[in-house]
């Protein structure tokens, strides 16, 4: 009997969450949303569009929740939802 131990372990379910955000009025405001959201555990990007208040976050939801990342943009001083495209 031949027993196969795995050599990889599996990566984590990833998926991409675009939220708008509201209150942007520098584009210093992109800095500040990416280091709140960048330094929560699960999230492996995010990217802050000034000109359209989008911010697009890759993350494992197991790990960190749509509620979680809403809450980030809140702490940096914004408010965030999720955007309907």
């Known amino acids: ?13 990833t998926v991409h969450t675009i939220l708008r955000a509201d209150g942007f009025s ?4 992109v800095a500040k949303i ?6 929560l555990a699960g ?3 995010v990217t802050v569009f000034f000109a359209t208040a989008r911010i697009e976050i890759d993350h494992d939801p197991a790990v960190v929740s749509t509620d ?5 943009v809140g702490k940096a001083g914004y408010t965030a939802r999720l955007a309907a495209f």
Request: glycine share 4%; charged share 15%; hydrophobic share 40%.
């Open 43 to 45: 999230v492996t990007a």
């Open 68 to 72: 979680v990342l809403i809450a980030a």
């Open 26 to 29: 520098c584009p210093s405001c």
């Open 34 to 39: 990416e280091k709140q959201i960048g330094r």
């Open 1 to 13: 009997m031949t027993i196969i131990i795995p050599t990889e372990t599996p990566t984590p379910a």
